[in-house]
């Protein structure tokens, strides 16, 4: 059999070299594609190779009559439609990898650049001057650095750092013990990491746990005259407080290569303020990362058109676009039990077991448990995770994992039951389609509920006393937060009780409060769904 590839973007001569070696493989490029142009070029191509100049919209998709694969050429895929690749059978990949080496350099180069002022000496000394007192500098030698996400680059870094002489923290909640040790880093909490570090760099993933991660409540938490560094994502940061931090002294320097909005406005106080550091998104700019890409995303695509490998698929590679559009609905809902488990557990979570029953649901316990995971893992911070590497990166942080049978839950034609635990706990959630589409919850521990897992929900677990709702409700309008619906549940008369109420706007941590002091409430839980 012989696959047809087409190539929208410039990809390195070794890149295309690959593909003429390939006998099984034909190859076109063409390039400055429009989406309508796309659309009509694609029929007849199993294979799709892109950068970012096309997009691979639903309507690209529809037309795509033989397609059974997407590569991106780096790692951002916000140019393709995932779900509606995914619903045709079609997998998605890209090269995460590929920058890898060239971010961690970069992180390190913008720290010296920063602890060495080497732009500012730069430009002073180009403009004629010899001024040696205006730069004093400082060394890296015995200083503390706290790393935010300790995946594969926040993990070279770590590398780096210590061979500077510098200790290193790590905040990563499923970071192990044994990684931690391996790396000689010392896992501790952010709040500990805040407080302790002379410098911070930032390797998160951007999610809405982590957008604005670091905002002016944690700029507080630090030592005055932290240097922060961010070759991540420019959200991560509050940039108005970290633009005040920079100029009261808080903050002695920032170095930044990612920034809220791209590319940086003329007007960006960023831009004159004499302690910070910036370069315009370079941090993968390297030859040799741009060469890597390329051959990477050709190795990867005629692997997964041969069947050989599916590697950096970031969506479920199944080919069958019938069986996957009968278990979308369900890997969504696996999802988010595996978001809700995240968020309610009170520790990092060390066992996750998975009971699946239902004859919709078959032979579909190992992606269904991906999805868990999936889900599970993205509420932690820190890298992409996907249908593939879910697993891996599970055992890697010592998540043990497994299929079980027994777990005591309520009687549904098809359900998906999870039970995690922790140092000191554990929680059981099951969920359900109603009518085939209709996602819920149906319990939490000795809980029955039928709740809709989406959005803003405060989870609250307390004693079941009369005024118990009332006064919930009370202290909810009088900060002006709409309830939008409302679970409540019991396990007998005046015994332990648990409300999930869905909200239509952002709960502060002084409602928390609030909460918190009303006598029968135990504990507080944001979630978002």
Not at 172 to 193: C, F, G, N, Q, R
Not at 300 to 311: H, P, S, V
Not at 351 to 371: C, F, H, N, S, Y
């Amino acid at each position: 059999m012989t696959y047809k590839i087409l190539i929208t973007d410039e990809l390195s001569p070794e890149s295309l070299a690959i593909l003429n070696a390939a006998q099984d493989v034909t190859f076109d490029v063409v390039k400055g594609l429009s989406i309508d142009g796309l659309a009509e070029r694609i029929p007849g191509y199993d294979g799709l190779i892109i950068r970012s100049s096309v997009k691979v919209t639903e309507a690209v998709l529809a037309a795509a009559n033989c397609l059974k694969v997407i590569g991106r050429a780096g790692v951002g895929v916000d140019n393709v439609d995932v779900n509606a690749a995914s619903m045709r059978g079609v997998i998605v990949m890209n090269t995460p990898d590929a920058n890898t080496i060239a971010t961690t350099e970069h992180t390190i180069a913008l720290m010296l650049s920063l602890c060495r002022h080497i732009p500012q000496a730069h430009a002073s000394l180009t403009a004629g001057k010899w001024d040696r007192k205006s730069f004093m500098g400082t060394q890296l030698y015995h200083k503390t650095i706290g790393i935010i996400g300790m995946g594969r680059i926040g993990t070279r870094v770590a590398i780096r750092c210590r061979s500077f002489g510098m200790e290193v923290l790590a905040y990563d909640p499923y970071l192990s013990e044994e990684v931690a040790h391996e790396l000689k880093i010392e896992p501790v909490s952010l709040t500990e990491l805040l407080s302790r570090s002379d410098f911070i760099s930032l390797h998160a993933a951007l999610t809405s746990q982590t957008e604005k991660l670091i905002d002016a409540k944690a700029i507080a938490q630090m030592k005055n005259g932290v240097r922060l560094v961010n070759a991540a994502r420019g959200k991560l940061i509050d940039e108005n407080a970290l633009i005040e931090g920079l100029r009261s002294g808080k903050i002695a320097g920032a170095a930044l290569d990612v920034f809220t909005e791209e590319p940086l406005s003329p007007s960006s106080p960023l831009l004159t303020l004499p302690n910070v550091v910036i370069t315009p998104h370079l941090a993968a700019s390297t030859i040799e990362a741009q060469h890597d890409v390329g051959t990477q995303i050709v190795e990867q695509i005629i692997d997964a058109l041969r069947g050989r490998d599916f590697r950096n698929a970031i969506n479920m590679p199944i080919a069958d676009a019938e069986v996957l559009q009968t278990l979308r609905p369900y890997l969504n809902l696996a999802e988010k039990v595996g978001s809700l488990q995240a968020q309610l557990a009170d520790e990092a979570i060390q066992r996750v077991e998975v009971e699946i029953k239902g004859k919709d649901l078959d032979g579909q316990v190992k992606p269904l448990t991906v999805a868990i995971l999936k889900g599970l893992l993205e509420s932690s911070l820190h890298e992409l995770v996907n249908y593939i590497n879910a697993p891996h990166l599970a055992r890697k942080r010592g998540i043990v994992v497994s299929e079980t049978t027994g777990l005591r839950t309520p009687d549904y034609p098809n359900l998906i039951s999870c039970r995690v635990q922790w140092n000191g706990g554990e929680r059981t959630i099951s969920a359900s389609l109603f009518h085939t589409n209709e996602p819920r919850l149906v319990q939490i521990d000795t809980y029955q509920f039928d709740v809709r897992p989406e959005g803003i929900i405060l989870v609250i677990g307390g004693r079941d006393k009369p005024g118990f709702i009332g006064r919930v409700g009370t202290i909810l309008g009088e900060s002006n937060i709409n309830i939008a619906a409302w679970r409540y549940g019991r396990d007998k008369a005046y015994g332990s009780a648990l409300t999930f109420t869905r909200v239509d706007s952002e709960i502060s941590d002084a409602v928390v409060q609030q909460l918190l002091d009303f006598e029968p409430v135990i504990w507080v839980k944001r979630v978002i769904l």
